[in-house]
């Protein structure tokens, strides 16, 4: 599956600081260190709707860690996927009366175009889960082979992990046993179902039903892959069998990356799956959940058709940190929008305070867990500065363009 299409991201002097980022597992943060070539991987979409804000800003946040690691002088390997196969996807399909391979490549295009209106670094792998099933059908069969996968004896031909194989099990959400079962019942998960060995014990390949698609499955039988082991399947594929960091919205740390990281350590023998789990907050509108079921998201496609543009959308996106579950409003764009403007207007002057001095601070600030509130706060006060008709250097307009691009993606 291709990416979205890339844009030139400027050169800036001199390298940024080590990247430090809150670690879920651990509650704290601490140092990425890539050894090697930088390497990630991000939970890509659904795709039976629009891209949404919440989505948005769970991109602009890895777009951030990829242009720190970069700015530090790593190759970077990022790998994302899209789940362009699953429950959501053929419900959605089903209640439009809509073929789901035309709507998932539908709103997938959609994705795209919304990428790469604001300016998303596109990842090196771009992998779909139909196009990887005979990779999960080998990871589920070694699973089998291996003790840790077992068939329900109801004849759907359904195949689970076992969890008595994963011993570190929790050890990701840290979440008490009571909080995993409320978790799996509200996210996909199944653990009232008849006949599993644990309740919490996750789906790896869905026994094919009637009126749904199939794929065969060698010794598993037709049927389509589970959520969790497709992402575990497609890391291991194109990352080895440890990550520096792997990411996506809160909403994943239980069930999806707890059971990734339970299946992809089984397979590999090797702990912890990813050296950060990295997780983003959520987006609110006017101070209420964003939710399909309350009718209220926003989508990108809809703010870029009301010519919205979309560099003030991520500005509205970074004004807060990035771990926190924050709130879309009209005066959040109004404020994005009043910034874009100052600062294109700095970018155009004939001289300004230091843009080294600048440059400095803004990569402290996101070196520091994406510490983008101090690094807008920063750049502003260089704008208000420049505007008042303080500094005398020629050449900090358009290095304090440069900086709001290459490390913020924010094109002036």
Known sequence: MDAWTG?????????????????SARGAVHPSSPSGPATMYVCGITPYDATHLG????????DLVQRIWRDNGHEVRYVQNVTDIDDPLLE????????WVVLAMRETALFREDMEALRIIPPAHYVGAVESIPAIVG?????????????????????YFDLAAAPRFG????LTREQMLVLSAERGGDPDRPGKRDPL??????????????WAGGPLGPGRPGWHIECAAIALDLLGNSMDVQGGGNDLIFPHHECSAAHAERLTGESPFARHYVHAGMIGLNGEKMSKSKGNLVFVSRLR?????PMAVRLGLLADHYRSDRTWTDDVLKTAQQRLARWREAAAATAGPSGAELLTGVRSRLADDLDTPGALALLDAWADDTLAGTGADPAAPALFANTADALLGTKL
Not at 11 to 22: C, D, H, K, N, W
Not at 92 to 99: P, S
């Open 7 to 23: 844009h030139q991201v400027p050169s800036l002097p001199g390298s940024g600081e080590p990247l430090a980022l809150y670690d």
């Open 55 to 62: 989505h948005a800003a769970t991109m602009i946040t890895f």
């Open 92 to 99: 959605r399909a089903q209640r439009d009366g809509e073929d």
């Open 139 to 159: 990871k589920v069969c070694a699973l089998f082979d291996d003790g840790a996968a077992y068939r329900l004896e109801d004849g759907t031909g359904d195949v």
């Open 171 to 174: 050890y990701e959400s840290n």
């Open 201 to 214: 014990d996750p789906l790896l390949w869905r026994g094919a039903r009637e009126g749904e698609p199939a």
């Open 305 to 309: 058709a009301d010519r919205v543009d």
